[in-house]
C-alpha cells in the first residue's frame, strides 16, 4: 500500500514539473486573490435583527388546524410545526415554529413531519422568543452535488479541471463580494459590469488555457465581442423603453430602500453579462481549433489559418445561437404557456415588455457570438502562425 501511494505521489510530482512555472505562479496568484475576496466584507450587514439567529430545525409534528384552502391548490392561514433545533447555541431544544402562507405558490411552502428546515430563532437573554420557519434546508444536497461534480471534473480534465474549479470559485466571489455591492452603492451599472466582464473573462481564459498566445487570442476575441454586445445593449435597452422593474425583485428592492438604483441601467447591464459565457467560450472553442491546426501543419498561412478559423467559427455560431435562445427562454415556458391558454394574440405576446426584454437578451447576445467568430479567427491567425503570408 505504502509503495503504491509512493508511486502515485512521484507520478503526480512529474505531472506537476511539466506545468510551465509562469502558469504556476499564475494560478497561484488567482488562488491568493480567492482568499482575499473569501475574506474580503460586503460592507452590508447580513443580519438586520441583532437578537436572532437561523439554525437548521428537524420537524417533529405539524398542526394544520389554522390552515384553511382558498382554492385546490392555494393555501392561507398558519402552520404550526414542533420542531427539534439541530445546531447553533439553542441546539437539542425543542419549540414550536409558526410557518405563515401567503396565498402564493412561489412563495408558500409546506412542512410535513420529518422535515428539515431552515428557521430563524428569536430570543431574548437566551430565552427563545419567536421560531419562524424559513424553507426546507437543501444546504447539504447542494454541498453533495456542487462535490460530486468537483470530484468528476478533477478526475477527467485533472489540472485543467482544478483550474476550472478555482476559476468557478473566483467568478462566485467577484459577483458576490464586488459586483453586487457596488451595485447597490450605486455604482454605474454599466461601468462596473464591463470591468467585471473583462476582467473575469481575462483571468478565466488565462487559467484554463494558460498563459499562451492562444489564450491571448481567446481574450480579444471574447472581449470585442462583449465590446458589441455592450454597445448594442445600451442602444436597444433605452430604444426598447422597458425599464429594469421587469428584473425578478427589482421592485422589492426599491421598496427596501434602493430608490436611488438605476434599474434599466441594470438590465442594459444584465444582457451583456448573460452573454459573456457563451461569448468567452465560442472565442476559446475558436482559438482551440486554429492552434490545433497549426500544430499539425506548422508551415500554413496566415490567411489559411484565419479561413480555417472562420470556417469553424461558422458551424459553431450556429449551434450557440440556439444554445442562448433555450438560456433565456427557458426560465419563461410557464409564462408562454399561459399566454397560449388564455388565447393571447402572437401580436401581443411579441409586444409585452417581458418578451422584449427576452428578444432583446437573445438578439443582442447573438450579435456577440456572431461578431466573436472572425476576431477570434483573426486574432488567432496573427498570433499562432510563425510566418506571414
Sequence with gaps: ???????????????????????????????????????????????????????????????????????????????????????????????????????RLEMDKSFVEGDKALAVIDYTDQNIRNVTMIDHYRINLESILIGIFAIFLILFARWTGAKALLSFLMTVLMIWKLLIPLLLKGWNPIIISLYF????????????????????????????????????????????????????????????????????????????????????????????AVHEVVENKPDITRAEAIISGLNVGRTVVGTMTTTLLFAYTGGYISLLMFFMAQGTPVVDIFNLKYVSMEIMHTIVGSFGLVAVAPFTALASGILLTKRPV
Excluded: W
Design 1 to 103: 500500500m505504502q509503495r503504491i501511494l509512493l508511486e502515485t505521489l512521484e507520478k503526480k510530482a512529474a505531472y506537476l514539473k511539466k506545468i510551465p512555472l509562469k502558469e504556476l505562479i499564475f494560478n497561484l496568484i488567482v488562488l491568493i486573490f480567492v482568499v482575499i475576496l473569501l475574506l474580503l466584507p460586503t460592507g452590508f450587514q447580513e443580519n438586520t435583527y441583532p437578537d436572532s439567529m437561523r439554525a437548521v430545525v428537524k420537524v417533529l409534528e405539524v398542526n394544520n388546524d389554522n390552515v384553511s384552502k382558498t382554492v385546490s391548490f392555494v393555501f392561507e392561514g398558519e402552520q404550526v410545526c414542533k420542531v427539534e433545533i439541530l445546531d447553533g447555541s439553542f441546539k437539542g431544544q425543542q419549540t414550536f415554529a409558526h410557518n405563515r402562507f401567503m396565498g
Design 197 to 288: 466582464v473583462v476582467t473575469a473573462t481575462s483571468i478565466i481564459i488565462f487559467m484554463v488555457g494558460g498563459l499562451n498566445r492562444q489564450s491571448m487570442a481567446a481574450v480579444l476575441g471574447s472581449l470585442s465581442g462583449t465590446l458589441l454586445t455592450t454597445i448594442l445593449a445600451i442602444v436597444f435597452g433605452h430604444s426598447f423603453k422597458i425599464h429594469g422593474a421587469v428584473l425578478p425583485y427589482s421592485e422589492s428592492l426599491l421598496y427596501a430602500g434602493y430608490a436611488h438604483l438605476n434599474l434599466t441601467q441594470i438590465l442594459i447591464a444584465v444582457v451583456f453579462i448573460a452573454s459573456a459565457g457563451a461569448v468567452m467560450d465560442l472565442a476559446m472553442d475558436i482559438a482551440a
